[in-house]
């Protein structure tokens, strides 16, 4: 039982580290993206790709919050 406790431990801060990763990718590129806009000279296919990117990172964040926060229907 101990084992498998620890293991669902290591298992739950691995996920919370990857949605950590995750969140800070996600404001690295919207920072990146924000200083492109305003740059007024930005390539819009290269901003383009990055929202795309961003989009594809906050579903990954959202899959693993489920992972950690499960709905719990009452």
Known sequence: RDRIWTRMQRSE?????????LRN?????DDEIIALEGSGSA???HVKRLKK???ALKDQI????????PDIIA
Not at 13 to 21: F, G, I, P, S, Y
Not at 25 to 29: A, G, S
Not at 62 to 68: A, G, I, P, R, V
């Open 53 to 55: 990117k961003k989009l």
């Open 13 to 21: 801060t691995n996920l919370r580290e990857q949605l950590a990763a």
């Open 25 to 29: 990718e996600h404001r690295e590129l």
């Open 43 to 45: 390539d819009q296919l």
């Open 62 to 69: 959202q899959l693993l919050e489920d992972k950690l926060l």
